[in-house]
């Protein structure tokens, strides 16, 4: 079936670093991606999302880019912020799911370290 | 604008107690509704979607139950609470435009079960 992996966290950085979280996925068509944040206590907000090859999804500094050659949609940022600190999440919904349900990764922690 | 709402926002129930989650969505007509549930430290869980009133899919056995008793109302339910149905409960909804429309989260319910 379907799934998404993604890189096991914590992920610790200091302020102003350069950071990549990896996501790969496992598909039978042709999936849309997403990345969502949850910060502490909170639900999860969308990020960004790419619907086809090759589209690069952005917001707040944050870049994805759906490779389908390599099946991923590895989630960057070249300089973050301690407010970046939260749980992030990838994830895809294929195409004839009905409903359009999303299948999630296990999330990945980040900690910003001022 | 589409706001979700969910409550309560913590839960404290024994084990063998029922539960009643309910959520609801305001400023859109016929959402995709969904439940899922994140068990502390781990990824998300689709418990249940609806694609219209009455309509529920389950996708794994469980405890729970879900109703739709009108259009923008999702509520998740058990008549015997286990230890094991302790987590984080997320509702979110998406338009019905299929798998390229995000899903939008409300902010949880957290279940702790004793």
């Known amino acids: 079936g379907d799934s998404v992996t993604q890189m096991e966290g914590p992920v610790t950085l200091s302020e102003e670093a350069f950071l990549t979280i990896n996501c790969t996925y496992t598909?039978?068509?042709?999936?849309?991606l997403f990345w969502y944040v949850q910060y502490p206590g909170e639900g999860l907000q969308l990020l960004l999302k790419?619907?086809?090859?090759?589209d690069k999804g952005s917001n707040k500094g944050f870049e994805a880019t759906y490779r389908k050659e390599t099946t991923s949609f590895h989630l960057e940022k070249g300089s973050v912020q301690v407010s970046d600190s939260a749980v992030y999440f990838c994830?895809?919904?294929?195409?004839?799911?009905?409903?359009?349900?999303?299948?999630f990764g296990q999330g990945t922690e980040l900690s910003v370290k001022p | 604008s589409q706001t979700i709402h969910q409550w309560p926002a913590t839960l404290v129930q024994p084990v063998g107690s029922p539960l009643s989650l309910e959520c609801t969505v305001e400023?859109?007509?016929?959402?995709?509704l969904y439940w899922y549930r994140q068990a502390a430290g781990r990824g998300l869980q689709l418990l249940f979607y609806?694609?219209?009133?009455?309509?529920i899919s389950s996708e794994v056995p469980q405890n729970l139950s879900a109703s739709r008793p009108q259009d923008r109302q999702f509520i998740l339910s058990s008549k015997k609470l286990l230890l094991s149905d302790s987590g984080f409960y997320l509702c979110?909804?998406?338009?019905?435009?299929?798998?390229?429309?995000?899903?939008?989260f409300g902010n949880g319910t957290r279940l702790t079960v004793t």
């Open positions: 994830a895809l919904s294929e195409a004839y799911n009905q409903g359009g349900k999303l299948i």
């Open positions: 979110a909804w998406s338009v019905l435009t299929g798998a390229r429309a995000p899903l939008h």
């Open positions: 598909a039978t068509g042709y999936p849309s």
């Open positions: 609806s694609v219209g009133i009455g309509q």
């Open positions: 400023g859109t007509s016929n959402p995709n």
């Open positions: 790419a619907t086809k090859a090759d």
